[in-house]
């Protein structure tokens, strides 16, 4: 993998692509699949129509060197530790901010801390006691955003962290924490619909916030199987509504003033859902209402967030739909 096929100048980021999927072309499931995946990285990079992509890319590329002494996996913000003069952590502070808004976190490189609108260590507490010891396993992570999740996963040193996720933005940010935090993960910027169409070698595969936002439901699930390895788990996190199998809420317009919220399901219909797609030993791992104190404003993130989507009293979205809540599914092949 020395050039981008198909396209007539080397997009940005080959390095770091090249680099992270060579580690991949060393796995006997993984490897045959390896030059396809670069294929369609170079493809989504050179033909993107982003355009603050160049601004960004430029932050990154202005990230400093900074001497890194250690990092830690297994605390709420990924945290990297190193000692840095005071203008070289405001040179970094600059550089991270300029990748603004930061949605998924936190993060403290340096003593930096990225306070991101969703405080995803929160929902990691909820989740983190039911997964597999994942020690020498492969994952694949779908819509994983910056990758929070699958840093957090590297503590238990797995044998692939693997996420996909179409914006660029969240990519950068990736990119820009892995410069430090050398998880060893990697990010493609696809969807799940741009990678290859049966890769069943994973042995974990999450989908988290990404199911309320497909038109096809069950599309998206029978999608999501055809990753898994024989024996493999599922961990779906989705929007939920309450109510018996037969509920389900289709927002006529926005919800919570999201555009692209298709289907928004009560946990018994989901799991009625994963049932009948093929999945055995379904159950609800998790169902929460989403607080402040996960979803708010922050500098990093200076955007509209939770407290501006709900009515006055708190009990509804701006539209009159039932406040957000959240249920995280286990479903096994």
């Known amino acids: ?3 981008c096929p198909d396209t007539e100048q080397q997009p940005p980021m080959l390095a770091e692509y090249q680099a992270c999927l060579a580690k991949m072309q060393h796995d006997a499931a993984v490897g045959r699949f390896v030059p396809d995946l670069f294929a369609r990285t170079c493809h989504r990079l050179a033909t993107h129509r982003q355009g603050d992509f160049p601004r960004w890319f430029a932050s990154y590329q202005n990230m400093p060197e900074l001497p890194v002494q250690s990092v830690r996996f297994d605390t709420p913000a990924v945290t990297v530790l190193g000692h840095i003069s005071p203008q070289q952590q405001k040179d970094l502070h600059a550089r991270l901010m300029e990748l603004h808004p930061w949605r998924k976190g936190p993060f403290d490189l340096f003593g930096v801390f990225i306070d991101s609108e969703w405080q995803s260590w929160m929902k990691w507490q909820r989740l983190a006691p039911h997964l597999p010891d994942l020690t020498g396993r492969r994952v694949l992570d779908i819509g994983c955003g910056n990758g929070y999740y699958l840093m957090r996963m590297a503590a238990q040193k797995p044998a692939l962290l693997l996420g996909a996720d179409p914006g660029l933005m969240p990519m950068m940010q990736f990119w820009a924490v892995e410069k430090y935090a050398r998880s060893g993960a990697c990010v493609l910027p696809l969807a799940m619909e741009e990678l290859p169409a049966s890769m ?4 974990l595969v999450l989908s988290m916030g990404v199911f309320y936002h497909r038109k096809d439901p069950v599309g998206h699930l029978l999608g999501l199987k055809q990753y898994l390895a024989p024996g493999g788990r599922l961990i779906l996190e989705t929007l939920v509504v309450e109510g018996d199998a037969m509920t389900c809420l289709l927002p006529a317009g926005r919800y919570a003033q999201m555009r692209n919220v298709w289907l928004i399901p009560s946990v018994a219909w989901l799991v009625n859902l994963l049932e009948k797609t093929g999945f055995r030993q379904v159950r609800c791992l998790d169902e929460s209402v989403t607080t402040f104190a ?5 500098p990093w993130m200076r955007f509209h967030s939770l407290p501006q989507f709900l009515q006055a009293d708190g009990q509804a979205t701006v ?7 959240r249920a995280i599914i286990s479903a096994s092949l």
């Open 200 to 203: 069943p070698v994973f042995d």
């Open 294 to 298: 996960e979803q708010r404003q922050t």
């Open 319 to 325: 539209e009159g739909l039932p406040r957000p809540r």
């Open 1 to 3: 993998m020395t050039e």
